[in-house]
């Protein structure tokens, strides 16, 4: 009996996410049905779960292990293949610790790639702050310094990921942080020819990149897009790059909650994260680390006093 058919319905054009801007992503071609296999290799496609600017994404299981599983669109170009397959050798290597593992990888009959890496616990940041639950402005602190931990470590090897955005950090039940979406990373070392074009989400991307004729991929760009993460999940919106001056920073962390020192040491962070001058901002993920981490250990103390002052002040004034 023939095997089950998954049909899958990819959108053209209709969908920006992260994309290489100024390079066509998917060639115009009309909305198709495509038949997929309901078994890839070894593994069972459970469930769509998402779609992507380069892949759609499935839940799949091969026996009692749950995966993830992207498979190429239909209709991408060169530019958009590339990504399937720089993700699935990067992390064929670099995977783990904090990054996912690549645990299987082949081609489907019509010839678009597919890989199988394993599945980040939890939800990605964005779903998990707009998604309820008792949050405050420490946990935001807290996660952007684990993320930018694991960056890092990965700055440290001389690749940038040149994406990261909230959808793009994973926030697993106990605290662990993800990082997803590697189809974008570069290696910055002498001798690697640059790319002429501009990588990343709008929104996310330091304004030297549409400034520069061949931009510069330096971790600058992954501590830039943090600190843009930390101000989203600060202010509950994301905020252009002509946005980004001081006075913008500090009306977010005024309205976070933050006073006195805690607020002008955390404006400092964010201030240098989303400096205009990539040669004023941290250098690389862990300098970026060890400024949230000392914040954490110094002034979240006083924060929570603060805010037990506040709440008992509100407590004794009548109505």
């Known amino acids: ?184 990373v570069h290696l910055n070392r002498p001798g690697v020819q640059s790319t002429t074009v501009v990588a990343g989400t709008p929104g996310f991307i330091p304004p030297e990149l549409f400034r520069q004729r061949r931009p510069v991929h330096t971790p600058t760009l992954d501590t830039y897009a943090l600190g843009c993460c930390l101000l989203v999940l600060l202010s509950g919106k994301c905020m252009w790059p002509h946005e980004l001056g001081v006075q913008s920073i500090h009306t977010v962390v005024n309205r976070a909650g933050f006073t006195g020192i805690a607020k002008h040491s955390l404006v400092h962070i964010l201030g240098r994260a989303l400096s205009r001058d990539p040669r004023k901002r941290w250098q690389n993920g862990h300098e970026l680390a060890a400024e949230c981490e000392g914040w954490l250990r110094c002034m979240a103390p006083e924060f929570h006093r603060q805010k037990r002052g506040l709440e008992e002040q509100a407590y004794r004034t009548p109505a």
């Not at 779960?49 to 209709?75: D, P, W, Y």
């Not at 990605?124 to 420490?138: A, E, H, M, V």
């Open 1 to 184: 009996m023939a095997p089950a058919q998954l049909t899958l319905v990819p959108d053209t054009c209709d969908h920006f996410d992260s994309t290489e801007i100024g390079d066509d992503l998917y060639e115009s071609k009309p909305r198709l049905s495509i038949p997929l296999p309901s078994v890839v290799g070894d593994w069972r496609i459970h469930r769509h779960v998402g779609r992507g600017s380069t892949a759609n994404v499935f839940s799949v299981r091969c026996g009692r292990l749950i995966a993830v599983m992207k498979v190429e669109r239909v209709g991408a170009t060169r530019s958009a293949r590339s990504c399937i397959h720089r993700e699935a050798d990067w992390l064929r290597v670099h995977g783990g610790f904090g990054r996912p593992s690549l645990l299987d990888d082949g081609r489907l009959e019509d010839g678009r790639a597919w890989f199988v890496m394993s599945m980040a616990p939890g939800t990605n940041l964005s779903d998990w702050w707009q998604n309820g639950g008792k949050k405050t402005p420490l946990d935001s602190i807290r996660i952007i310094a684990r993320a930018a931990r694991i960056m890092g470590d990965v700055h440290r090897g001389g690749w940038v990921h040149r994406d990261l955005k909230p959808s793009n950090i994973s926030i697993g039940p106990d605290g662990e942080v993800t990082i997803l979406d590697w189809g974008l």
